[in-house]
């Protein structure tokens, strides 16, 4: 028979003799008999609970005396500040796990406490504090009695290791005697674009997957975990069924490893060297132009082909893989040359055709072909519209009707022959003459053609020509991949101006031109021939003609100087989507690197600075006063209150701009940026370090204030740069970044911090960490030193505006003398109409809105309807939102979950629950509370803890009832139930009712 103590729980192996908990008696050494709670753990073992006397401040020791006469065990266990309890429990993911806490009430051990040896030899103990939810039962601390310790990378070379972890001198027991790193896996997958396989550390639960890192000669390093299910089960991974990992390469990844991050020098496979398809494709594409221009191979190019090309093609050669000119079916195609000799009596040569295919939507194509008219077209240039036998009797008579007075030239089908047919037949009518393939659902400005030409002819090598639009995928402005809305012609010829001023002459290379309006050289028709007619009604088939021209040394170029407008799917309707994907597998199959040369150019964005130099331009010529937000991601009320600003300030006829970051600093040394506005729509890109260069051109187009609403994703590098504007800078107070890294003042999880003094935070901040989007541990050293740097950002702003007194005070305690305004008009207008509760029996419903984490309450609220079930009461508890575990409450039983929704239907939620009353369990002072809005705007009144601005409004407005902020599951039910009853004579002590 054994005794054991884990902390507040001790363990009794009595299998043999079954003791009852009367016959073990617990003493401490200096009082008397403590009274334990019992029960018995799985295997049979009598645990009992030690209450809290046993673990005062005071130095002291536990007796345990059980049994009798020679079955009589005795144990003695020492508590008290100077008594350590722990266990080393494995080691997994490059950490050595345990647990280890002071043996009294609330203690918490620092690092400092910690020192570590591997092998005999002292190493710096890097400790890292965790609450652990299986610790709670037995913890003295909340469950945060659980530590990680980061080991040295010597630790996993596949030797044995001997670790002594010991904490304020005391030895830590320990599971295991010596460790050896172990994984097991395979790599099944090592191709360009993408490795896949298995990995798992023997030893480590299924629960603590390796952490890989795939490092690439490039020298990016992508972090992935092996945790993803196994999608056949072959037996090579033993018990565990989700080990796989698999990681996409991009920008031409040639040498792969893999190792564990904790361990990035140890090789858990053997590396993979590969050149991927999209590099070859490229390296083709540019030693075919260097062909075709006479100019040197760059040096990569050449060191590719010795090495790797010259097998591809002899295996391509021999394998029947490459063939001649092929040849295209179709009506006005029979092969490419005999094609065009024999249509080139039909036409009048001229040096360009513009094309215009025609199917349906007469006001598109009426604004297409009057914008057409209008565009001053040189003497020398022919229209050609082509009828593809439309369905629409209205469209058929106006081009008998338009084309003659433009005296553009008009051919009709018989039958619907299809966009690319139709095209190809557009082609041939050209004769020798470049063309350019204009959508009928495009407006175009004056000039336009003139400056495709030029380009044409300052480009030899050039093989198509594409301007920017407001829809045309990569070459969309102002937001790119996005279908813009389509200006008026008046609008296009404005922007277009712009184009012209601030992009003059400038040309980006493209992987593929688009075909809304696409100019083809007359000498890349010639090589590679029309558009393959397999395409059918299209999409696609400019994509297909582009990379076969660009096998052929031809370039591809953006016209920055150029803005055509695109409707976008005019003539096809509904039926696009199923077009996209059908072409989309053709595409795919024939070009496999297609999509992965979309994705390297998209990421690379070499058309960002035409279309931001654009937007400034626009910016300017508004001559309108702008304001700039500094937002985050993060949602929730700051989001909302950024958005009802916003449309104010709109209405006032101040354009409100958006200043967001799009890449999280920790990973990308010079982070992208991005400002936003919504009307007009507007976008500009940049990284953080031409932050300086945007403000200075805001600030000459009319920028007069710049708000502050949070620290909490916000890059602190760039605010030198806000401040150094002449714009005056408001900081509104949503928020405890102010003043606390974890942000909402909390200690742990849900315990209210009552804003310590900073040596206390400092501590707080090495057990639980910072708040994970505010960047503390790189940049500070102590939240004395965080709270002077963001004093210094309060005080040097000209205007620091808090959403409610509360906030305000609780700052002035941490940055005293400092002036805060009081924010007006945030609160409802409108008087009060609620519905309070009246006495009735059945189901009574209590709304729970928002997104429900530990700062909203999470644990407290899963501890009441817990409580309330075991005491099988009558409520139902309706979140309206989502939780951080729905699943743990939903199994509850009395718990219903909406799941998340678009902003603004709150309100509409709320009201749909039919609950009688809003429940808010925040445990930190929250600085206002939408969620308590919608709810009184959804006539329920609300219960709420007594504390911060949500408790201060409900006083005022009489909008609910108060619950003490110590309240536990048990609290909460007993004064809902007092609540729903109408019974104020029966009124918990701990809640006070807010209304007359």
């Known amino acids: 028979m054994t005794i054991e103590k884990f902390n507040r729980l001790l363990c009794i192996d009595d299998a043999a003799f079954r003791f009852i908990e009367a016959s073990v008696l617990v003493t401490l050494e200096d009082g008397g008999v403590l009274a334990c709670r019992g029960s018995r753990d ?12 046993a673990f005062t401040g005071l130095a002291n020791r536990v007796l345990v005396d059980a049994g009798e006469g020679d079955n009589r065990v005795q144990a003695v266990f020492a508590v008290g500040p100077e008594a350590i309890e722990g266990r080393l429990e494995r080691v997994s993911q490059g950490f050595l796990r345990g647990w280890c806490s002071l043996q009294m009430l609330d203690s918490a051990l620092e690092e400092i406490d910690f020192s570590l040896s591997v092998d005999g030899y002292d190493i710096p103990a890097t400790v890292t504090f965790q609450y652990r939810r299986d ?23 596949g030797d044995a290791h001997e670790f002594v972890l010991r904490v304020r001198g005391t030895a830590l027991k320990s599971t295991f005697e010596t460790y050896r790193f172990q994984p097991l896996g395979r790599l099944e997958t090592a191709e360009p674009g993408r490795v896949a396989g298995w990995c798992y550390e023997l030893g480590a639960t299924p629960n603590e997957p390796l952490q890989l890192q795939v490092i690439t000669d490039s020298g990016a390093i992508l972090e992935v975990q092996a945790d993803r299910p196994a999608a056949v089960e072959d037996g090579e991974r033993g018990d565990r069924r989700a080990c796989d990992f698999t990681v996409s390469l991009a920008g031409g990844a040639r040498t792969v490893r893999i190792a564990p991050t904790f361990a990035p020098n140890i090789d858990l496979f053997r590396p993979s060297v590969f050149v991927p398809m999209v590099d070859q494709v490229e390296a083709v594409s540019r030693i075919a132009a260097a062909v075709r221009s006479g100019t040197a191979l760059e040096r990569s190019d050449a060191q590719w082909l010795r090495s790797v090309g010259f097998d591809a093609i002899l295996a391509a050669l021999r394998s029947g893989g490459i063939h001649g000119p092929a040849r295209v079916a179709g009506t006005y195609s029979v092969a490419r040359q005999e094609a065009v000799t024999a249509q080139r009596d039909m036409v009048t040569p001229q040096y360009v055709t513009i094309v215009v295919p025609v199917y349906d939507d007469l006001d598109a194509t009426h604004a297409c072909l009057q914008s057409l008219a209008a565009s001053e077209l040189p003497k020398e240039a022919r229209v050609v519209i082509i009828d593809d036998a439309t369905p629409n009797a209205d469209l058929a008579i106006y081009l008998g009707q338009v084309c003659p007075a433009h005296g553009f ?17 557009g082609i041939v009518l050209a004769g020798r003459d470049d063309v350019v393939l204009l959508n009928a659902d495009t407006k175009v400005p004056p000039g336009w053609l003139q400056r495709l030409r030029a380009l044409a002819e300052k480009h030899p090598d050039a093989g198509s020509i594409t301007p920017m639009s407001n829809n045309a995928t990569i070459l969309s402005w102002p937001l790119p991949n996005e279908e813009n809305t389509c200006p008026s012609l008046d609008e296009v010829i404005r922007l277009d101006r712009l184009f012209q001023e601030q992009n003059k002459d400038r040309v980006v290379d493209l992987p593929t031109g688009h075909g809304f309006c696409m100019y083809l050289k007359r000498t890349a028709l010639d090589e590679v021939g029309v558009f393959d007619p397999i395409w059918g009604r299209g999409y696609g088939e400019e994509n297909d003609w582009c990379l076969r021209a660009s096998a052929h040394g031809f370039r591809h170029l953006a016209a920055c100087d150029t803005f055509v407008a695109h409707e976008g799917s005019k003539s096809f309707g509904d039926s696009k989507k199923a077009l996209v994907e059908k072409n989309a597998d053709i595409l795919s199959q024939r070009y496999p690197e297609y999509y992965e040369l979309i994705q390297n150019f998209m990421r690379r964005d070499p058309l960002n600075d035409a279309r931001n130099a654009v937007s400034l331009a626009r910016l300017s010529e508004l001559r309108a006063d702008l304001t700039l937000h500094l937002v985050n991601h993060l949602g929730g009320g700051v989001q909302r209150y950024v958005l009802d600003t916003s449309i104010s300030q709109y209405k006032d006829g101040v354009l409100p701009l958006f200043l967001t970051r799009v890449q999280a600093a920790d990973l990308v040394a010079d982070p992208d940026y991005e400002i936003r506005s919504f009307s007009p729509v507007l976008h500009l890109r940049f990284s953080a370090s031409r932050i300086p260069d945007v403000i200075s051109h805001l600030e000459a187009a009319g920028l007069t204030t710049i708000n ?12 030198p740069s806000l401040f150094g504007a002449s714009a005056e800078i408001t900081t509104t107070l949503h928020d405890y970044s102010w003043t606390c890294p974890r942000v909402f003042l909390l200690q742990g999880r849900s315990k209210y911090c009552g804003q310590p003094p900073s040596a206390i935070c400092d501590s707080c901040i090495a057990k639980f960490g910072p708040h994970p989007d505010i960047e503390f541990q790189k940049t500070f050293d102590s939240v004395s030193e965080y709270r002077l740097f963001t004093g210094s950002i309060l005080r040097q702003s000209d205007a620091v505006l808090a959403v409610s007194d509360d906030v305000s005070r609780r700052i002035k305690q941490i940055h005293p003398g ?9 609160d409802l207008a409108c008087s009060l109409e609620l519905k ?20 909203k309450g999470y644990e407290l609220l899963l501890d009441t309807a817990r409580v309330a079930m075991a005491a099988h009461s009558e409520l139902c508890f309706v979140v309206v939102g989502f939780t951080q575990d729905d699943e743990a409450l939903r199994t509850i039983g009395n718990v219903e979950i909406t799941g998340p929704f678009p902003p603004g239907d709150g309100v509409r939620l709320l009201i749909q629950s039919r609950a009688e009353i809003g429940l808010l369990l925040s445990p930190w002072p929250e600085t206002f509370s939408y969620t308590l809005s919608d709810c009184w705007q959804a006539a329920l009144p609300v219960a709420c803890l007594d504390i911060g601005a949500p ?15 110590e309240s536990d599951g048990s609290a909460v039910l007993e004064a809902l139930e007092c609540i729903l009853s109408g019974a104020d004579e029966r009124r918990p002590s701990n809640m006070r009712r807010s209304r007359q």
Do not use: C, M, Y
Request: no cysteine; net charge positive.
């Open 951 to 965: 408790a201060d409004r409900i006083r005022e407005r009489r909008g609910g009832w108060l619950l003490s902020p």
């Open 135 to 157: 610790l709670l039962e037995r913890s003295l601390n909340g469950g945060f009695d659980g530590f990680t310790v980061s080991l040295p990378s010597f630790v996993f070379d």
């Open 836 to 855: 309070f509760p009246r006495p009735r029996s059945g189901q009574r419903r209590v709304a729970v809105p928002g997104a429900i984490g530990d700062h």
């Open 409 to 425: 030239s008009l051919q009709r089908h018989h039958v619907n022959l299809g966009f690319v047919a139709t095209v190809n037949e």
């Open 42 to 53: 799985k295997t049979g073992r009598l645990l009992l609970h030690l209450p809290d006397e």
């Open 818 to 826: 400092l002036s805060i305004d009081k924010l007006s008009g945030l």
């Open 708 to 719: 502050i609403h949070t620290l909490a994703g916000v890059d602190f590098r760039i605010l």
